[in-house]
């Protein structure tokens, strides 16, 4: 079964939790490397466009957008999240 957007979403929260936990200053998320860990990539029936989209609507005016592709929604968006999230 292909991931849903909140799949992305709860497994970019726990990268960002995790950056937290140890002290990062900022945690950067590849598309590419979240979509594996949530499974379903690289594959005929990915969902890179929804994971792509989970990290931008994660992304505050605090981050910055490090690499994207051309289109905007590609395995090499990488976006950095700085630490701590405002709550």
Same mark, same amino acid.
């Given at each position: 079964?292909?991931?849903?957007?909140?799949?992305?979403?709860?497994?970019?929260?726990?990268?960002?939790?995790?950056?937290?936990?140890?002290?990062?200053?900022?945690? +950067? %998320?590849?598309?590419?490397?979240?979509?594996?860990?949530? *499974?379903?990539?690289?594959?005929?029936?990915? @969902?890179? =466009?929804?994971?792509?989209?989970a990290?931008?609507?994660?992304?505050?005016?605090? +981050? %910055?957008?490090?690499?994207?592709?051309?289109?905007?929604q *590609?395995?090499?968006?990488?976006?950095?999240? @700085?630490? =701590?999230?405002?709550?």
């Amino acid at each position: 079964m292909a991931p849903s957007i909140e799949e992305f979403r709860r497994a970019l929260a726990k990268l960002v939790e995790a950056g937290e936990e140890l002290g990062f200053v900022a945690v +950067d %998320v590849n598309a590419g490397n979240l979509h594996r860990r949530v *499974g379903g990539y690289p594959g005929e029936d990915h @969902r890179m =466009p929804m994971c792509c989209e989970a990290m931008r609507q994660a992304a505050t005016s605090d +981050d %910055v957008v490090v690499s994207e592709p051309p289109s905007g929604q *590609g395995a090499s968006l990488t976006i950095r999240y @700085r630490l =701590p999230r405002r709550k």
